[in-house]
């Protein structure tokens, strides 16, 4: 069973001339333990809540995970799926990509995501079960990971969250062959990875990855732990390759006909490429469809659970029924009383209505909890002592942090959120693009948003990050301008169901804006006339978050001097982009003289003011100095407004 593995992994990367075949044919013995007699799950029904999640964080062996869904009988990994391996519009990518085919939990490749991911699932298992009970959430996560996620410093970070929080569902199996591609891993690293891991609060094991019961007794003990584990299989990666087993000329390169040739021979696989003998192909039939009794039992405790509509609604990431009655209260409440608040407390103010009607809303901080108001009042911490908790001190693991929440989503069951400050989505980015390239409602509260965070200084304020940001495809970048916009974007955040979104908040105080009520939300467009003009329309002034206070008192400067001016708040590019040109040409004003204002990269807003425009931002870094006193010298001022707009009539 496990030379089926092999020979399929051999074939497809030669048939490809590209890919990474000596990984799948070491592991080939420790997964085909793993799929045969422990993982559970059923090929027929393959999104099974309670199945047991498989994640290959070393993405580059993916023919390992192509080889093991086609022979356990998954319908849409055919032969001919592994056979267009790397090919255009296959459903077998170079690394395994998430809603490709069934069975491939998450998108990994980039080294030390996939086992950040596996540390969020397996967290949201406990949490899931804690609600729901065993009858409907009990199993396990497995991750394979190789050297390279190991060296990665996300792997610190992921964990020593793992064992603090003391996820025991959590089981690793590391791919010990000590190659990486430049050669022997001794060039680069001499850790004691069994020492980290127990330093980590882990349970470990070390075994031999060619003996499968070796492998099996291993994975038995770890089920019955009380603290994730780490099993450590020793394996020759390439194996069976006469000339190249046990080098890196194996890691990221086709064998070559020769090679695969003697590959058959020594493993005694006489059959031709991408041919699996029908015994073979029974016996993994058989351990694709062993879980079915499994899932049919679990289709009557769930019938029959008390909290069936509840946790059906959570798995699908349904809104609760309340969620746009109580948006729709807050931002009433919000205009009637116009406070002045830094957005990072408007977002709490809105956490705090959401978090009673809906449950699934899972939130933490990178230990900025008390800067980022991520922390509603009703929200318990996670603890290893209490998984009933809603709330998670992630510490200061940015990394971590963001790429368990893509594990947290994928898991599903929840909406997870987490804070830290917007120049630390640099720590974040890996996961933040996979959660834009996956589709995974994952929401990233980042305070902070300019230099309006004043003292800290330039090490602190992002001043390139939003342009870094929008540049994602998929992520929706959200700068709202007062209590009642970032309400809005709260609402868009969590309604969207396909696409990550961040939050950039301030730090100081703005004025309420948006003063008459309306249930309508007007930052679902993207970008809206917030003040119309008083006179026939020269100027548009466009701006975000904190700048589009002083957009308004600009254009009461200008409206006073007889010049026509509107303000446009455009809290998110993204969704602006998406509305009819002609509804984008109307709010931005055909003919107006454009100025946009906001503190930070003037990169990008070209496109919205046009060759006659101008940019009011920031064109180098900032400086440690009072909120106000940058502002005033970096020239993003009310004054400077006007001075560009009169320039350019």
């Not at 993982?39 to 994640?55: C, E, Q, S, T, Y």
């Not at 991750?143 to 929080?165: R, T, W």
């Amino acid at each position: 069973m496990a030379n089926a593995i092999r020979a399929l992994s051999m074939d497809a990367v030669e048939k490809a001339a590209s890919g990474h075949p000596g990984m799948p044919m070491g592991m080939a013995d420790v997964a085909t333990v793993l799929w045969s007699r422990f993982l559970k799950f059923d090929h027929a029904h393959p999104h099974w809540p309670d199945r047991d999640r498989f994640v290959l964080s070393a993405g580059h062996g993916s023919m390992l995970l192509y080889s093991l869904l086609y022979l356990t009988g998954f319908a849409d990994m055919t032969i001919d799926e592994l056979r267009r391996f790397r090919q255009l519009g296959s459903r077998t990518a170079g690394h395994p990509e998430y809603g490709h085919a069934a069975g491939i939990e998450t998108t990994t490749g980039p080294l030390g995501q996939g086992i950040a991911n596996a540390v969020g699932m397996a967290l949201a298992e406990r949490l899931e079960n804690a609600r729901f009970g065993s009858e409907l959430v009990d199993h396990h996560t497995y991750a394979i990971v190789g050297d390279g996620c190991l060296m990665e410093g996300i792997s610190h970070e992921a964990i020593s969250l793992a064992g603090h929080l003391k996820l025991n569902r959590l089981i690793v199996l590391w791919d010990n062959n000590s190659i990486s591609i430049d050669g022997p891993t001794s060039l680069a690293v001499s850790d004691d990875q069994l020492g980290r891991f127990k330093a980590s609060g882990w349970n470990t094991a070390s075994v031999d990855g060619h003996d499968p019961e070796a492998v099996a007794a291993a994975i038995e003990a770890a089920q019955k732990s009380d603290r994730p584990t780490l099993i450590a299989c020793k394996t020759v990666i390439g194996f069976g390759a006469p000339k190249k087993a046990g080098t890196a000329a194996t890691h990221g390169a086709p064998l070559g006909a020769e090679e695969v040739a003697g590959a058959r021979e020594k493993l005694g696989w006489p059959y031709p490429p991408f041919t699996v003998p029908e015994t073979i192909l029974n016996a993994w039939r058989l351990a694709g469809s062993r879980g079915s009794a499994a899932y049919e039992a679990w289709t009557k405790r769930h019938h029959a659970h008390k909290n069936r509509v509840e946790f059906d609604r959570q798995q699908s990431g349904e809104l609760p029924a309340a969620f746009a009655a109580t948006i729709a209260a807050t931002k009433k409440a919000v205009s009637a009383e116009a406070p002045k608040l830094a957005t990072r407390q408007s977002s709490q103010r809105v956490l705090e209505a959401l978090s009673p009607v809906m449950p699934e809303l899972l939130g933490g901080s990178a230990d900025l909890t008390g800067s980022n108001n991520t922390k509603a009042k009703d929200m318990a911490s996670v603890t290893a002592e209490n998984y009933g908790g809603r709330y998670i001190y992630y510490g200061v693991r940015e990394h971590g942090m963001a790429a368990a929440m893509n594990g947290i989503a994928l898991h599903g069951g929840f909406a997870p959120y987490g804070g830290t400050f917007l120049v630390f989505t640099d720590y974040c980015r890996p996961a933040i693009r996979l959660s834009a390239l996956m589709g995974q409602r994952v929401v990233y509260v980042m305070t902070h948003d300019s230099i309006g965070l004043g003292e800290d200084g330039p090490t602190h304020q992002p001043v390139e990050h939003l342009a870094a940001l929008r540049a994602i495809p998929n992520l929706l970048v959200f700068r709202p301008c007062d209590t009642v916009e970032t309400a809005e974007c709260w609402a868009l955040a969590l309604a969207e169901r396909h696409a990550p979104s961040v939050l950039a908040l301030t730090r100081q105080a703005v004025p309420t804006l948006r003063t008459k009520h309306t249930d309508e939300n007007r930052s679902a467009q993207g970008g809206y006339v917030l003040q119309e003009a008083g006179h026939p329309r020269q100027v548009t002034l466009i701006a975000t978050g904190s700048e589009v206070s002083i957009a308004v008192e600009a254009r009461s400067r200008l409206e006073a001097d007889g010049i026509g001016t509107a303000v446009v708040s455009m809290p998110s590019w993204e969704l602006f982009d998406r509305q009819p040109a002609a509804y984008r040409e109307e709010v931005l004003g055909a003919t107006a003289v454009r100025v946009a204002i906001e503190a930070a990269s003037v990169f990008g807003w070209e496109r919205y003011v046009g060759p006659r425009g101008a940019v009011i931002g920031m064109t180098g870094f900032g400086a440690s100095a009072p909120a106000t006193d940058l502002y005033k010298h970096f020239g993003i001022t009310a004054d400077a407004t006007v001075k560009a707009a009169k320039a350019r009539l």
